[in-house]
Each structure stands twice: as C-alpha cells, then as structure tokens.
C-alpha cells in the first residue's frame, strides 16, 4: 500500500562483488517469467514488478546458494529461479492485501486495484501465486512444498493480524506470531531454498533457515518502527498510519507494557481509526515513552540470532554478506 523499509533504505544489503550482476539477472528472470500470450495480463501481472524493488527475497536465495563456494552457471540459474518464485509470492500477495486495504498507490504508483479494479487485482495476484508455484515445482518436491507452507504461513499471519484490528489489549505474541507468518517465513523460505539448490549439508540448510527467520523479524519490526520515526516525506504517507488502520506494532505494545500516564492517554486513543489530532498525539506519545527504543531492543536480539544462526555456515564471503545484513538494516534507522 505504501513505501517500505526496503524502498526507504538506501544501503544494498547481502551485497557480494557480483550484486549489481545478480540483481539484472534477477530482474530479467522476474520480468520473463509473468509473460503470457495476452497483453492485458501481461501489463496487470508485471505492474508491480516493473514499479521496481530492492529483491531482497531472490539475492538472499542467490547468496545463501554459495555459503559453500561460489555459484557455477547452472546453480546460479536454479539459485535465481527459487528466488524470484519468493518474489512473485510476495508481489501477489501485495496484490491481495491492496485490494483488502482499498490501496490507491504503491511504489509510487497506482494499485493494481486501484488503475483496474478489484477483481483483476484478486485474479492477477492468483496469478503471481501460480507461476510462483510452477516455478518451485521445477526445482524439485521438496522446494515445491516449501513454498506452498509458505503460502499457507503467509495466511496464517496475515489472518492473525485481522483478528487482533483495534484491538488494544493485543497480546505481544500476536504480534511476534503474525510477522513471523507474514513476513520471516518468507524470508526463511528464500534463504532455505539457496541452501537446497545447493544441495548443501542439512546443518547448513536448517542454519539458513534460522537465519531467513531471524532476518525477516527484524526486516518487519525495524519496518514497523519507521512508520513510527520516519517523517511523511520519507514514507510516502503519514506517519503512524498502522494505528490508524488499527494494526498495533511492537512499538505501541511496548508503549503501552511500560504503564503510567503515557499508557493511559494512548490507551483512550486506540481501539477506533485515529483521525486529525489524535493521530498526532497517539504518534508523539509513542515517540517520546520508549516503545521506540524498546521495540528496536528486539529487532537487535533478532539480528543476534541471525548473526548467530552464521557462525554454523562456511566461512565464506557469501557467509560474510549474510552476517553483516541485519546490523546494516538497522542502521538505516
């Protein structure tokens, strides 16, 4: 629906010297692999994709695919498949989740629903889901099941997110549950796929594993935090705007655990959309009551894990890349 930390951040993360290579053929693949016959499903399929992104999914499955050893031609072809079939689950699943939020822009432009209706945008994201699905079969059994929990976590998390909407009494393992479906079972999806192509030892597919989970909470509590700290210029949109649509972040669970006054006024803000002043006020109180430091207090355990999660890897400047990626998304805070 609106930027996020992948569009706000400029630093390239999992960067290796053959990044800007990887990223084209990446591209190249995305882009060929959304063709069809028809023109019309061309242009609503790859809409997203021509809107442009960082790929973080696909350059962690291309990364992770030479923790070992650098990446000969057919492994990096079957590396940069696996990942970009991460990609389109995520690009299909921003067509879903625009449709659900009556989303007119993203990226900078236009929503799928939004320039062509909800019903092409429903069907276009089931589209996406597809050929990501037809893609992951290509690669074997194992990567095709793999993907279709994913789908099914992807789900479960987006569901637990619904069911809490407005709801101030939030448990934080909601939360912790929900980004986990939503967002970190993608990314530890990505980066056991590297680790499967590559037919790697299963103590290094299952450290990858960890790792793309650990990556991907912090990926979304430091995303989560920027709609707190970033200014409307930076987002693209007001600041704050997951409290106005009701969806309570660790920052403003950590806010209200804390108690006392601060805890008290925001708690007689939520629990209904925000509007004018009350958004302003429901943002400073969170700014200023440290929920802020306390939520990216978190996102920096994660980061441990992650980085914990390399030290059972290769040594290997893949294996380097990978280590250092949480710390620099931090940083960009």
Known sequence: MWRSLSDVSSAPLFALPSHAADLARIEAALHESVLTPDPYLNDIASHLIVAGGKRLRPILTVVAAQVAAPADIELHERAVQGGIACELVQTGSLYHDDVMDEADTRRGVDTVNAKWGNLQAILAGDFLLSRASEIAASLGTEVAGLLARTIGRLCEGQIEELRHTYNAARPESSYLSSIS???????????????????????????????????????????????????????????????????????????????????VELLSLLGKPLIGIEQEKALGIVRSNGGVASALAVAHEWAGRAEAACALLPQSPATDALRAAPSALLATL
């Open 181 to 263: 479906g939503k967002t970190a079972s993608l990314y530890s999806t990505a980066a056991r796929i590297g680790g499967l192509v590559a037919d790697l030892d299963r103590v290094h597919i299952d450290a990858l594993t960890e790792y793309g989970e650990a990556f991907g909470m912090v990926f979304q509590i430091a995303d989560d935090l920027l709609d707190i700290t970033a200014t409307d210029e930076q987002l693209g949109k007001p600041a704050g705007h997951d409290m106005v649509e009701g969806v309570y972040t660790l920052p403003v669970l950590r806010t209200l655990q804390a108690g006392g006054v601060a805890a």
